[in-house]
Structure formats: structure tokens, C-alpha cells
């Protein structure tokens, strides 16, 4: 209806999901090179988490575009499959005809034809959307599934899609199992205000579109507010806000633009809060209370949070998807939720030992010992007094370095623990974080690698240098606990 109004080929905001419109912008992009080197060189099962409207299936149907050509996949779209419907879905995605036989019959089967297909040089992945409505029965039969194997290498790997609940499925006594077997784990990240124009102009552009940005900063706010980050309540909201502006003959969306669309989609910001339950009165107190944590953790001296508030009330931890109407200018983009009636003890309660060598505590695949690198030091000389950002920038450009290196023989890091990400460098953000790790004596450990984010210069902080993926997975439980209570960390790979 508003296509030749702005100039488009194709509605730019579809919710269903078109991979011409996949944005790698919010951790998104970085998420899907995960999986497919995951399920490319490693096995174990992975487990991709997202809210509502995050855009897993998007990120699913990409991963069923880009995998390599060796890698068959079985994508089983309803969760809702018994154990048998399950095993014959699978059977049917190998090309077996099993129609009438027992249960014991179609694994045997299923197991032959994994074993061929693996002779032949080819991998097969099922991938599972909307895995958290999948009954416990038919969770533990794909766990029995990935078991089969020949020789050391597993025959099947295992890609789970699920919102939040599926951790909480996971966490079950009956499915510990399973979970063990979760070797990668990967949270779908909302949009924050900063990135959210970019992802709006993303899909215009995608869709034809050759203009200037129409979306004015109020509209952009308003449409953060609503969408609470998630990109199917963007999009309804950007495509009902088009169509309002077509209807006033303008190519300009502003705000009062954007509140008719939040009136016809009834969103609000209010209204679109998590469905995990605050124990604050309102939405105000709680992004009040994830700003004052953003600001002590990485602006502010250690001090207990108890103090920094009188009467601190009661706050149910909130997963890391949950992001607030309004975030604080100076948060980082991962930073998790506060944690109920946690008080945070100052660095002089908090043992300084001696830091470990990462690559010393992590075994390969082989249960050998790995030798870590050289230790990268401060590139500056101390005479210099530069500064601790300045430092730990230049020694995230030694790991670079170390990695892109020819040296025969070197130990070369894979990857690393993202501990978050800012969308602009301001060294003055991350100050207060640094001179906190230096007190942990854990400074070392930090490095900053400059990166994009929407087109934007940005920076990545990320902890240790480890030599697969699996290690610095296995390398998150060893974090300092406030590194684990205010960070939702990811697996960054080099």
C-alpha cells in the first residue's frame, strides 16, 4: 500500500522470516560464524536461547543457507512430535522409508544410515526450532540419537532453539543428562536504542529503498520503548508507523506517527515488559536499579551496593534478554540484571591470587595438557604512563597479532570470553572496569578489540585466550563472581 510512497520493491518489515533481511548487527552476526564452525569442528550438542520475537528462526533459516555443502541438515519445525513422530521425522529427512516398523528398527536403521552417510565424508545436523515446547520424552530420544557414533566421531549433532524456558526445562534433575552434553551456548541479545536506526534502516535499504533516514530520534525511542528490543514488535511497529505516514502524505515518521501504530498494535512500554515477574512496584524502579548497577560496575568505585542505596527493595533476577524502555547511556549492551539481595563486597574483601596461565587449566579434545603462548604483555612501557585502556588495547592487538603470526609451532588462541560491548570507543566508560580488574588482578586477563557494530566504531572486552572454543566455554565458571553476576558472556571466536 506504501510501497511506491517510499520508493520500495517489497515491504521492508515482514515478520515472516526472509533471509535477504537478516541483520548481523546485536550479536546476531557473530552468532551465526559461531554455529557454523561449531557444527562444522566441533561436536556436542548447542543450544541457541532467545525471547520471544528475538529472531531465532531467522537466525535458523540462515543457518540452513550458509552451512557447507558437506553438512546435511534436518530442520523439524514442531516441537510438539512424540518420541516416534520424532524418530520418523528423522527417518523421512535421511530418506528412509520405515513406515510400520517398531521403534528398535527405525534407530537401527537411522544408525545405518548416519554410518553411510558419514563413510561419504558428510555430517548431518536436526536442527530443533522452538525446542523449549518439546516434551521431556522426546528431548531424552534426541539425546539418545546424538550418542550414536562410530568409532570416536558421533555420527549426528544437535542444534536446540528455544526461549528462556528451555533453560529452565534444561535445569530439570530428568534432563541433566541432556544438558551436559551442551557444549556451546548462545543468547539471542535484543536491540538496544543505539543499534535499533540502524536495524530500521537496514531493512528499508534491503527493501529498495535509496533515501535518507526517515525515522526521526523521537520515533526511534518511542519504538524501543514499545518493542522492549525485540525485532517482531519492531517491525509491526515500523510497518504500521509507514503506513500512518503514507496516510499523511509525508516521508517523515515522527513520533505521533509511531503512537498510533502502538495504539492499533496495543504495545506500550509498560505492557511489554518481560512476563518474568518484578517484585518492584513499577517498570520505573527496575530500570532505575539496572542503571545504578551499569553505573557501579563500570563508572564508579567499589563500593556495596547495599550502601550505594538506603533501603535497596527486592529484585527477581532477570535474564539477560530482558532489556529496559530506556538504558543508561554508559551500560554496556550485555550487562545483565541485578541479582536479588546480592551485596557485592569491596576489592579489599575479595583475595587477590595470583592469576593462572588460561591455556595452562583447559585440556584439549585429547584430555592432553595444552602449552600455553608466550604471555602478552603491555605492548607501552610503564615509563610512559599510559593508560590502562591504552594497554589493554594495545596488548588486544598483540593477540591479533599472535594469531595472524606464521610462526611455525606457535600456540595460536581460538577464542576468547566476550564479557560485553560498547557501540562507540570511550575510554572513559571502561575506565572504572579496568582500574576494578587491576585491583582483582585480573588486568592481564582483560583485552580490547576495536570492532563495528551498525557501521559504528566500536569496542569488544573480552577476558582470557584460549585454545578452542570448548576451553574458553569450560573457562566461564572460573570467572571472578562479579564477572558472572553482572555480564551475560558469550564464546568469541578469533
Request: charged fraction near 20%.
Amino acid at each position: 500500500m506504501y510501497l511506491e510512497h517510499f520508493g520500495l520493491t517489497e515491504p521492508p518489515f515482514r515478520i515472516t522470516p526472509v533471509t535477504v533481511f537478516f541483520f548481523s548487527g546485536a550479536n546476531r552476526g557473530e552468532i551465526l560464524d559461531a554455529l557454523i564452525y561449531s557444527i562444522s569442528e566441533v561436536e556436542g550438542i548447542i543450544k541457541v536461547s532467545g525471547e520471544v520475537g528475538s529472531g531465532k528462526t531467522m537466525l535458523c533459516r540462515m543457518l540452513l543457507e550458509k552451512l557447507p555443502r558437506h553438512i546435511e541438515t534436518i530442520y523439524l519445525a514442531n516441537p510438539s512430535l512424540s518420541r516416534e513422530e520424532m524418530l520418523y521425522a528423522i527417518a523421512d529427512g535421511l530418506g528412509l522409508n520405515i513406515e510400520g516398523e517398531r521403534v528398535g528398527i527405525i534407530m537401527q536403521n537411522i544408525q545405518n544410515k548416519l554410518e553411510e552417510k558419514a563413510r561419504e565424508g558428510k555430517r548431518i545436523v536436526v536442527l530443533v526450532d522452538e525446542a523449549h515446547a518439546m516434551p521431556p520424552d522426546t528431548l531424552e530420544e534426541l539425546r539418545l540419537l546424538y550418542n550414536l557414533q562410530v568409532g570416536n566421531a558421533k555420527l549426528l549433532q544437535i542444534v536446540l532453539f528455544g526461549q528462556p524456558e528451555l533453560n529452565a526445562k534444561l535445569d530439570q534433575p530428568n534432563m541433566r543428562q541432556l544438558k551436559d552434553r551442551i557444549v556451546h551456548h548462545f543468547h539471542m541479545q535484543p536491540l538496544s536504542r543505539n543499534i535499533l536506526e540502524s536495524y530500521l534502516m537496514f531493512r528499508m535499504r534491503a527493501a529498495g529503498y535509496h533515501g535518507p533516514n526517515i525515522f526521526s530520534p523521537h520515533a526511534i525511542k518511542l519504538i524501543a520503548g514499545a518493542s522492549n528490543g525485540l525485532m517482531r514488535r519492531v517491525n509491526i511497529l515500523a510497518d504500521k508507523s509507514l503506513l500512518a505516514a503514507f496516510v499523511d502524505d509525508t516521508h517523515n515518521i515522527e513520533a505521533h506517527h509511531v503512537q498510533a501504530a502502538m495504539r492499533d498494535s496495543e504495545l506500550n512500554a509498560a505492557a511489554t515488559l518481560s512476563d518474568k515477574k518484578l517484585l518492584l512496584g513499577s517498570a520505573a524502579a527496575a530500570v532505575l536499579l539496572f542503571g545504578l548497577a551499569a553505573w557501579w560496575m563500570l563508572d564508579k568505585p567499589q563500593t556495596s551496593l547495599r550502601q550505594t542505596l538506603d533501603r535497596p527493595p527486592t529484585l527477581a533476577a532477570a535474564p539477560a534478554a530482558t532489556m529496559p524502555a530506556a538504558q543508561p547511556d554508559n551500560a554496556p549492551a550485555p550487562a545483565s540484571a541485578v541479582v536479588a539481595n546480592q551485596t557485592v563486597a569491596s576489592p579489599a574483601a575479595i583475595p587477590n591470587p595470583a592469576p593462572k596461565p588460561v591455556l595452562n587449566r583447559v585440556p584439549t579434545a585429547g584430555n592432553t595438557a595444552v602449552t600455553p603462548p608466550p604471555p602478552i604483555a603491555n605492548s607501552q612501557p610503564a615509563a610512559k604512563k599510559t593508560s590502562l585502556f591504552e594497554q589493554r588495547l594495545a596488548a588486544g592487538k598483540q593477540l591479533l597479532e599472535q594469531i595472524t603470526s606464521t610462526s611455525p609451532g606457535q600456540q595460536k588462541p581460538v577464542a576468547s570470553i566476550q564479557l560485553f560491548y560498547n557501540e562507540q570507543v570511550k575510554p572513559e566508560r571502561i575506565d572504572g572496569f579496568l582500574k576494578r580488574a587491576d585491583a582483582l588482578g585480573k588486568l592481564s586477563e582483560i583485552y580490547l578489540l576495536p570492532a563495528k557494530f551498525g557501521g559504528k566504531n566500536g569496542l569488544r572486552v573480552l577476558y582470557g585466550a584460549y585454545p578452542s572454543v570448548e576451553a574458553a566455554h569450560d573457562a566461564v565458571k572460573d570467572l571472578p563472581a562479579r564477572y558472572q553476576e553482572a555480564f551475560a558472556t558469550s564464546t568469541y571466536i578469533f
